[in-house]
């Protein structure tokens, strides 16, 4: 999955948070710019060491986790 190729985990970078491979900038970081209204260029434009592909790879990442969420009705 390409995914996989693009965010990593580690208990010693960022607290264990998915992370861009080779960076310490989160998913969660890309998600809240995007949430913000920056478009991607402007993201890139940040953030020099990211690509287009670290982008959408992030947000694979949040919608498969999403994806195999449960949900509890009551």
Do not use: P
């Given at each position: 999955m390409a995914t996989l190729e693009h965010?990593?985990?580690n208990p010693t970078?960022?607290?264990?948070k998915p992370c861009i491979r080779g960076t310490r900038i989160t998913v969660e970081h890309i998600l809240r710019k995007l949430g913000e209204g920056l478009t991607v260029e402007?993201?890139?434009?940040?953030?020099p060491r990211l690509k287009l592909e670290d982008i959408y790879a992030a947000?694979?990442?949040?919608?498969?986790?999403?994806?195999?969420?449960?949900?509890?009705?009551?």
């Open positions: 965010i990593t985990r970078i960022m607290g264990g402007q993201i890139l434009a940040e953030h947000e694979r990442f949040a919608a498969d986790y999403l994806a195999n969420e449960e949900i509890a009705f009551s």
